[in-house]
C-alpha cells in the first residue's frame, strides 16, 4: 500500500508506475558492480520510460513491459509489447514467450564475464492469462 499500487495492476494505458523515488534491488546491486538483467515480464510501468526496468537498475530488459499477453504475438489490446531493451523486437513475434525467455537466460548465463557478479531476473509469463502452449505440448496430452 506505502508504494500507490494498491488499487489494481497497472494496466496498458495507464500513465504511472512504481514510484521512481523508490530504490530497487537491481539498482544497488548495479552500484555494487552486479550485471543486472530482467528476463521477462516488467509490469512495473509503461507510458513513460522513466519506469522502464533500463531505468530502474537493470543493465538490460528482454521480454514485456505489461501483464499477460499473447504467447505467440506478443500483443495486447492490440498493440505489440515485446522489447530487447528499448528496442521493439519485432523479430520475436510468432515465438512462444516462454521459450525465447528461456534461451535469451541460458544465454546470457553461458557468455557472462564470470569475473563479474551476475544478478538475472527471470519472471515468466505463465503466471498470467491467454494461457496457451505450442502444439507440441499438447500431443499426447489427456484432458
Request: glycine share 10%; aromatic share 14%; hydrophobic share 35%.
Amino acid at each position: 500500500i506505502h508504494n500507490g499500487l494498491h488499487n489494481g495492476v497497472i494496466e496498458p494505458l495507464i500513465p504511472y508506475g512504481l514510484d521512481t523515488s523508490l530504490t530497487l534491488l537491481p539498482e544497488e546491486l548495479r552500484r555494487a558492480n552486479y550485471s543486472t538483467h530482467i528476463v521477462g515480464k516488467w509490469h512495473l510501468g509503461f507510458c513513460n520510460k522513466k519506469f522502464w526496468p533500463t531505468n530502474r537498475g537493470f543493465d538490460h530488459h528482454y521480454g514485456f513491459l505489461n501483464g499477460g499477453q499473447s504467447y505467440f504475438s506478443h500483443t495486447r489490446d492490440g498493440g505489440y509489447d515485446f522489447w530487447d531493451d528499448e528496442e521493439v523486437a519485432l523479430a520475436d513475434n510468432g515465438t512462444y514467450s516462454t521459450t525465447l525467455i528461456q534461451q535469451r537466460a541460458v544465454e546470457l548465463i553461458s557468455s557472462h564475464d564470470d569475473t563479474k557478479p551476475l544478478f538475472m531476473y527471470i519472471p515468466f509469463q505463465s503466471v498470467h492469462g491467454q494461457w496457451t502452449v505450442p502444439r507440441i505440448v499438447l500431443r499426447g496430452t489427456v484432458y
